[in-house]
């Protein structure tokens, strides 16, 4: 792949000169410009976000703020990231928040004072002051799987309300009446999203939506293991859950097991990411899928537009989900 270096050597011009005749700027004679555009043409130059700043003082270096490397999701998104951001010339420093809010202030900091020319946030903590306070500052800034509509931020994330809505149907079309759903905090707007989704797929079938049988938990495997089996030692269980991660169904499915329950006999469960986990389960889990490759390629593509200037209006683009049913759910026998 030709890079800005070649189409200089070859058009007996300076590094400079190539990157004006990009930019449509300073003072170039109309000969020499039409000499570097057919080089380039020639030679099937591509710009990228390197070349197209290479006359501002850039590092090239992008951070991603996660909560949790290991959790599959996270390590996906940050593998969809890095991918994106290697096509187009950055390099990319992740920072691992436990969703944090000193964790995120540090990170951000030492990024900051690293140069780094854009951050990405896919952390869903509480305080929105560290992100107002970059937007004032002028900061190249963009978040994943996340959304915060009160901010005039760039953002790439899935419908969480419609994945929601198709899992809540999807365990209604299979007989369940009574479904509990396990979410992450609802302090965070995927979260509420998702349950809201659930909660309308209920009405529409007209079956009750009790707040009671909507847990918040924290996104591990042990706590979703520990928030299902205080609904399945009610006195009348739940005979689905839908998990707002698969971290959590998987949770689900253990306590099931623990009870002697058989899934999904008699318990059917549903996932949210379609990560890795979700088919190595046994049984394979259904879930609904995120999009990941196309989340990380849109908002390492928007950090790119912001650091070359060229995306002066906050985007914001919602992707979405789909139901891969598996074999954690079944027809619940009358």
Same mark, same amino acid.
């Given at each position: 792949?030709?890079?800005? #270096?070649?189409?200089?050597?070859?058009?007996?011009?300076?590094?400079?000169?190539?990157?004006?005749?990009?930019?449509?700027?300073?003072?170039?004679?109309?000969?020499? !410009?039409? !000499?570097?555009?057919?080089?380039?043409?020639?030679?099937?130059?591509?710009?990228?976000?390197?070349?197209?700043?290479?006359?501002?003082?850039?590092?090239?270096?992008?951070?991603?703020?996660?909560?949790?490397?290991?959790?599959? *999701?996270?390590?996906?998104?940050?593998?969809?990231?890095?991918?994106?951001?290697?096509?187009?010339?950055?390099?990319?420093?992740?920072?691992?928040?436990?969703? /944090?809010?000193?964790?995120?202030?540090? #990170?951000?900091?030492?990024?900051?004072?690293?140069?780094?020319?854009?951050?990405?946030?896919?952390?869903?903590?509480?305080?929105?002051? $560290?992100?107002?306070?970059?937007?004032? +500052?002028? +900061?190249?800034?963009?978040?994943?799987?996340?959304?915060?509509?009160?901010?005039?931020?760039?953002?790439?994330?899935?419908?969480?309300?419609?994945?929601? #809505? =198709?899992?809540?149907?999807?365990?209604?079309?299979?007989?369940?009446?009574?479904?509990?759903?396990?979410?992450?905090?609802?302090?965070?707007?995927?979260?509420?999203?998702?349950?809201?989704?659930?909660?309308?797929?209920?009405?529409?079938?007209?079956?009750?939506?009790?707040?009671?049988?909507?847990?918040?938990?924290?996104?591990?495997?042990?706590?979703?293991?520990?928030?299902?089996?205080?609904?399945?030692?009610?006195?009348?269980?739940?005979?689905?859950? *839908?998990?707002?991660?698969?971290?959590?169904? $998987?949770?689900?499915? +253990?306590?099931?097991?623990?009870?002697?329950? /058989?899934?999904?006999?008699?318990?059917?469960?549903?996932? *949210?990411? /379609?990560?890795?986990?979700?088919?190595?389960?046994?049984?394979?889990?259904?879930? $609904?899928?995120?999009?990941?490759?196309?989340?990380? !390629?849109?908002?390492?593509? =928007?950090?790119?537009?912001? $650091?070359?200037?060229? /995306?002066?209006?906050? +985007? !914001?683009?919602?992707?979405?989900?789909?139901?891969?049913?598996?074999?954690?759910?079944?027809?619940?026998?009358?």
């Amino acid at each position: 792949m030709a890079t800005i #270096y070649d189409i200089a050597k070859a058009a007996n011009v300076s590094i400079a000169t190539v990157s004006k005749v990009m930019n449509k700027s300073g003072r170039i004679s109309d000969k020499t !410009r039409k !000499r570097v555009m057919d080089i380039m043409s020639e030679m099937n130059y591509q710009p990228s976000v390197v070349a197209s700043a290479l006359t501002k003082k850039r590092t090239y270096t992008i951070g991603l703020l996660i909560p949790d490397l290991a959790n599959p *999701f996270f390590a996906e998104i940050a593998r969809s990231v890095e991918d994106r951001a290697q096509e187009l010339g950055l390099n990319l420093v992740i920072c691992n928040t436990d969703n /944090n809010v000193d964790k995120e202030e540090k #990170y951000i900091g030492l990024l900051k004072q690293k140069g780094a020319d854009g951050i990405i946030m896919a952390t869903g903590a509480h305080n929105q002051a $560290i992100v107002k306070k970059l937007i004032q +500052q002028k +900061q190249t800034i963009a978040v994943i799987a996340r959304d915060m509509p009160s901010l005039a931020v760039d953002a790439v994330l899935v419908d969480d309300f419609l994945g929601g #809505y =198709l899992a809540a149907n999807h365990l209604i079309e299979l007989g369940h009446r009574r479904i509990a759903v396990i979410a992450e905090s609802m302090k965070v707007i995927s979260s509420r999203e998702r349950v809201r989704g659930c909660s309308q797929a209920m009405a529409e079938a007209d079956l009750p939506f009790d707040d009671h049988w909507v847990r918040e938990s924290a996104f591990h495997v042990e706590d979703g293991k520990a928030t299902a089996g205080d609904l399945l030692d009610e006195p009348q269980p739940p005979t689905a859950i *839908f998990a707002c991660n698969d971290l959590l169904a $998987i949770g689900a499915i +253990q306590a099931a097991r623990e009870r002697g329950m /058989n899934v999904p006999r008699d318990l059917s469960v549903v996932g *949210f990411d /379609n990560t890795i986990l979700a088919t190595i389960i046994d049984p394979p889990l259904t879930t $609904i899928a995120q999009p990941i490759q196309e989340l990380g !390629r849109q908002v390492v593509d =928007l950090i790119a537009q912001g $650091i070359d200037g060229a /995306n002066a209006s906050k +985007q !914001r683009f919602v992707l979405l989900p789909v139901l891969v049913v598996r074999g954690s759910t079944a027809r619940l026998d009358a």
